[in-house]
């Protein structure tokens, strides 16, 4: 772009992508060496005064290295001018197109020019610091010395604090090497373009160019080469005493704060924001999966800083003081899990079963007052182990006994249990797990070994006592088995109180959704929300503790205890729900009796399909089922009429929920059947305590900020109830999109209510496609199209620019369909094509540009019934622009 030179003035200044010639400026300022230097900064002033704005106040933002302000270009747009914030961006002295003065600047040095700046440019009163890199570092330092001026802090992809003896990230300690030092920093732009390649997929060109412009030419470099050099890695560093007074300081400082994080950072990993969560456990998180060290570049983080600014600071408003369940009507509080304690401790209930489990050797009972037993014993255990109120455990252990008793006892100590199943994959389980900020991780082997070689936060516990070899590969502590005796121990001596006092609104769960529409995302629920979570779902199911529960979707079978109902998971493979047999489910249900049944919507297909393997004995358990519920997905009327052959006497009923708020509405056949058709999936009213609403769809597709319950009006499906979680853990953004309409949590599905209150389930807002008709949702298109006897299942997306997308619907064909992954979709015959097209267009005024056929539809890694549209919207994209792909 630009030869190596000198700059001057902001005329030698290259244009930049993205930057406004207006923007440049410079200011010479003495240092502090006592010698005047020039500084080129970005700064927005002029534009405001040219608007006649009156700034709030100034967002002063400092890059790391071997950037410059061109990091922040971002920042410079129109949403910032009209809501009045400065935005002053520098380039710190020896960096891009600052002055070149030849000193070795330190970190004090760095934070002491600032401020010499920031007092030459007149910066005074409600400024918000940001930064990146290393420039967070001296950002905090500047924060720290100008604190009367400061009423914020935003921090992204940095660290304050380094070990003594502790490695520095893989890629510094080569870069810091004596004898690379130079050659990868100066004399080479190795250092300047690792960094700026770090993001995927690669930045534009242009982009590149940009960062490179400022530091073509070795004595360009230096500054990076000379930055590099000042991590204070050691005790003997010049900086490091420095490093300790800000790693210190950092911790009074009580305003706002928000982190912006990049989790793919091989620089700054999460270790680091661990580290600064520590020391301002206050601050505001947003996780950007899939971003880098660059996570400006690599993510929207413009509009979330300006969004934290008008909520925390403009507003003044905190999401933490306004969770949507303190507007509902409220269940009476129970501790979780006491009743495991009032069953145990009555001797009508203390030898009935509480957990069975189906083992190949047969069926094990653990008792009330086994379980009691266990989990109190643990419980004293964990204490004395040195796990406590807050701590995070990250539960990965096969349903049963064992994980009940993890469960509760981390309920019952008020550690935080996260649960993350296995059906989300080794990636979805690492990104959970290493999001999750795990302090420590109970497994299986299997669990740990991944736990081992994934690099897995966390102290490593095994269930059973493990050989001292397999301990030592896997890097275990110590056992679940080991505590509870040492638990049982503590109790022969007269202690073990494991009735510490919980507080009701501390962080009890966080339980990951299923991965179906992004990254898995953890559900933080505090202990009164589970509790009210537990009540719902009980009360939605009838769950008695005179029946029991069949959990055919492993992780209900924790529901059973706290509900005071012994549970049971049938012999399958958790990780892949519908694969669960008739005789499996027929296995589990006659060890209980007469219990209700729980299945995830894609095992009852393959129930159906297996019913023929039925012995007599078999058959006459399935008989004494009393109910039967199905949920994660709405259950269409053929299938609920299908498995009245398999559950003769069971009230089927098919719940509505979500991973945020499990219960929310519910219908049985009978209800479906009444209903009669309509443009969705009706799943009936809401259940006790909730309350429903529409966010009305806009003509683009997006849903209204205000809500509705007139009935015929489309849009996002909206709930108010005591047990929706507290906030989505690390996505700030997340959650208060999430809460934008007062009082309610944004569902993300898409329905309507009729006349009678009833909830239409329409699928997802994410889905809805924008037609030049307008905006339609695709369950209305999928039931036309499944109309037909040839269509077993349909997806439908769009295609095109918003507005005018095509319709393409991608079915099943009952007569080729096969479980397990699907084949590249090919176009149906012009005779079914016409078909769908007729019965679409008849039943919704929607035209279908395109229809193809496959052997199975993607669906969702949890409960295999949600079909991926997306998935099939971008192969659709590729395959009408003639590029040929799989699905």
């Not at 006659?590 to 159906?608: H, R």
């Not at 309610?744 to 209510?753: F, K, N, P, R, S």
């Not at 924008?770 to 299942?793: C, D, H, N, Y």
Request: negative net charge; proline residues 6%; hydrophobic residues 40%.
């Amino acid at each position: 772009m630009v030869s190596a030179k000198d700059f001057h003035d902001v005329q030698d200044v290259p244009d930049l992508p993205g930057v406004q010639p207006e923007l440049h400026h410079t200011l010479e300022v003495r240092d502090s060496f006592g010698d005047v230097r020039r500084w080129h900064y970005l700064d927005n002033a002029r534009q405001l005064e040219e608007r006649g704005v009156e700034p709030r106040g100034t967002l002063l933002c400092v890059h790391g290295n071997p950037t410059y302000s061109f990091l922040y270009r971002s920042l410079f747009n129109e949403e910032m001018l009209a809501s009045g914030w400065r935005v002053v961006a520098v380039d710190q002295l020896e960096m891009g197109y600052s002055e070149r003065t030849g000193h070795e600047r330190r970190l004090q040095d760095r934070i002491t020019d600032l401020s010499l700046f920031t007092d030459a440019l007149g910066l005074a009163g409600n400024v918000v610091t940001v930064g990146h890199d290393w420039g967070g570092i001296v950002s905090i330092g500047w924060a720290l010395d100008n604190r009367h001026d400061v009423i914020g802090m935003i921090l992204t992809n940095t660290a304050i604090h380094q070990k003594l003896g502790e490695s520095l990230p893989a890629s510094l300690q080569l870069a810091t090497a004596p004898g690379f030092l130079p050659f990868s920093t100066s004399r080479t732009d190795a250092f300047l373009r690792t960094t700026v390649n770090l993001s995927k997929p690669p930045l534009p060109r242009e982009v590149r160019e940009g960062y490179y412009a400022p530091y073509r030419g070795k004595a360009r470099r230096r500054g990076i080469e000379t930055f590099v050099a000042d991590i204070p890695a050691s005790a003997e560093h010049p900086s490091r005493a420095t490093l300790e007074r800000l790693a210190e300081g950092l911790k009074s400082m009580a305003v706002p704060t928000l982190m912006v994080w990049g989790p793919r950072d091989v620089v700054f990993s999460d270790r680091y924001l661990r580290d600064l969560l520590e020391r301002v456990p206050h601050a505001d998180v947003h996780r950007f999966e899939g971003a880098s060290h660059l996570v400006w570049e690599d993510a929207p983080v413009a509009g979330v800083v300006s969004r934290w600014l008008d909520e925390r600071l403009v507003k003044g408003e905190n999401l933490r003081e306004r969770s949507v369940s303190t507007y509902a009507e409220q269940p009476e509080y129970q501790r979780l899990g006491s009743l495991i304690t009032e069953r145990a401790s009555d001797p009508a209930t203390a030898f009935e079963p509480a957990v069975v489990e189906m083992l190949a050797e047969g069926p094990r009972t653990i008792t009330w007052s086994l379980l009691e037993k266990r989990v109190s014993q643990l419980a004293s255990g964990m204490r004395a182990h040195g796990i406590k109120a807050g701590d995070r455990v990250s539960v990965l252990v096969t349903p049963g006994a064992d994980l009940t008793a993890v469960l509760y006892a981390c309920l019952r100590i008020g550690a935080v249990a996260v649960v993350a199943d296995a059906g989300l994959g080794i990636k979805g389980l690492t990104r959970a797990i290493v999001g999750a900020h795990i302090d420590y991780v109970v497994g299986i082997p299997t669990a740990l070994a991944g736990a081992r070689a994934l690099g897995w936060p966390g102290e490593r516990l095994s269930v059973r006592t493990l050989p001292t070899i397999d301990r030592t590969v896997f890097g275990v502590s110590t056992s679940i088995d080991e505590l509870m005796r040492e638990g049982e121990q503590i109790h022969a001596l007269g202690g073990g109180d494991d009735t510490a006092d919980i507080d009701p609104d501390a962080d009890a769960l966080v339980l990951f959704t299923s991965g179906s529409t992004g990254p898995a995302k953890g559900a933080v629920y505090t202990h009164r929300q589970a509790s009210a979570m537990f009540a719902a779902v009980g009360d939605t199911l009838q769950l008695r503790p005179e029946r029991g529960l069949v959990a055919g979707f492993a992780p209900f079978a924790l529901l059973g205890p706290a509900l005071g109902a012994p549970s049971i998971v049938p012999e399958m493979d958790v990780t892949r729900p519908g694969e669960l047999t008739a005789s499996a489910l027929a296995d589990a249900v006659d060890e209980l009796g007469s219990p209700a049944v729980f299945t995830a919507p894609a095992a009852l297909q393959n129930i159906i399909d297996t019913a023929g393997d039925l012995n007599d004995r078999q058959r006459e358990a399935l008989s004494r089922v009393p109910s039967f519920f199905s949920a994660g997905a709405p259950i269409p009327a053929p299938l609920l009429r299908a498995l009245r052959d398999v559950l003769p006497n069971a009230h089927s009923y098919s719940p509505y929920g979500m991973t945020e708020c499990l219960a929310v509405a519910a219908i049985d056949l009978e209800g479906i059947e009444s209903a009669g058709e309509g443009s969705g999936v009706c799943v009936g009213g809401p259940v006790p305590r909730v309350e429903l609403a529409i966010a009305p769809l806009e003509s683009d597709g997006c849903a209204a900020s205000t809500v509705t319950t007139e009935p015929g009006v489309a849009g996002e499906i909206m709930v108010r109830a005591a047990h929706v979680r507290d906030r989505y853990l690390m996505l700030w953004d997340t959650t208060r999109e999430s809460m934008r309409c007062e009082g309610y949590h944004a569902t993300g599905d898409v329905g309507q209510l009729d006349a009678e209150g009833r909830l239409w389930v329409e699928g997802r807002l994410a889905h809805v496609l924008t037609t030049a008709a307008g905006p339609v949702t695709p369950v209305q298109i999928e039931k036309a199209a499944e109309s037909l006897e040839f269509v077993r299942r349909a997806g439908v997306c769009g295609v095109g620019p918003s507005g005018t997308q095509q319709v393409v619907v991608i079915y099943e064909d009952p007569a080729t369909f096969r479980p397990g992954k699907g084949q590249t979709p090919k176009p149906a015959t012009p005779e079914r094509q016409a078909a769908i097209r007729e019965a679409v267009e008849a039943a919704t005024g929607i035209a279908v540009t395109a229809a193809f056929e496959t052997t199975t539809l993607p669906t969702d890694i949890r409960h295999n019934s949600k079909i991926e549209r997306a998935r099939l919207g971008a192969w659709a994209e590729r395959e009408l622009a003639g590029e040929r792909s799989a699905l």
